[in-house]
């Protein structure tokens, strides 16, 4: 495997860099090798809940440098979409405090509840809230039923933890969706490629036979890779693994056990 024609490599985070908070190392020294060759990293993540600056703090030490305007998270890339929309001030919010510092930071109005149940925001956001209930996802649906913009972070089925998979994101705007009968006008994180467009004008490689993504899940990092027609791999280290591939339909341009085989 020749990784000498890119410039650009795009990785995941939960299940390639990090395990709920734990380094999975055989990756990180293979990202640590590749940078010192010159390599350009940028981390693009679904979890909505990482704070940028926070995150690359905690990698840094584990000897990974990614300025935050690298780390595009499924938070930055909804609130880069709603910013571009340029008709959404006021915003609430199912998620954690992650999801509602970043778009606090692009300048939205981060309602409460009691606010939200007062006045319709003009968009409703949908990220993996571990600390959400039955009242807030009613309130989110009642606001969307009016008229508010409903927007997702993400369709995560599953996220891995070190218990063994979890819910992910995608199960409460599911629950939202099948209340109403209708799917998110826009679901900013993988597989969608709005990520990857975010990514390249930030990192300034814009050509995709320079780029390539790295991902523990088929059905979001490497579809969102393939369908820009940019190169994948598949590192088994997260959910996915080899035999999934004829069972999801989805193959990637590589597959590796951890990140060292690409060494």
């Known amino acids: 495997m020749n990784l000498g024609k890119y410039d650009l490599i795009v990785s995941d985070v939960d299940g390639v860099i990090l395990m709920e908070g734990e380094p999975i190392w055989e990756n990180i ?26 995150l ?66 003009d968009s409703v956001v949908v990220g993996l809230d571990r600390l959400s209930n039955y009242d807030k996802l009613s309130l989110a649906m009642r606001c969307i039923s009016k008229g508010s913009l409903f927007v997702a972070t993400n369709m995560d089925k599953l996220w891995p933890s070190k218990e063994g998979l979890k819910l992910g994101a995608g199960a409460l705007v599911k629950a939202i969706s099948f209340a109403l009968n209708r799917e998110p006008d826009f679901v900013a994180g993988k597989p969608n490629p709005w990520m990857l467009k975010v990514v390249m004008e930030r990192s300034g490689v814009t050509v995709k036979d320079r780029i390539v993504v790295i991902g523990d899940q088929l059905e979001t990092d490497v579809k969102m890779g393939n369908d820009e027609g940019i190169d994948t791999i598949l590192v088994q280290t997260g959910i996915s693994k080899e035999e999934d591939i004829d069972r999801v339909m989805i193959k990637p341009t590589y597959i590796v056990n951890n990140l060292l085989d690409l060494l």
């Open 29 to 54: 020294k293979a990202l640590r090798e590749l940078i010192s060759k010159g390599k350009k990293l940028a981390l693009v993540t679904n979890n909505s809940g990482f704070n940028r600056v926070l």
């Open 56 to 121: 690359s703090r905690q990698i840094s030490y584990l000897g990974l440098d990614v300025n935050p305007s690298l780390i595009i998270t499924s938070s930055v890339s909804a609130a880069t979409y709603l910013k571009e929309r340029g008709n959404v001030q006021s915003v609430f919010v199912v998620g954690e405090e992650g999801l509602s510092d970043e778009l606090k930071g692009f300048g939205f109005k981060v309602l409460t509840v009691s606010d939200a149940n007062e006045n319709l925001p």
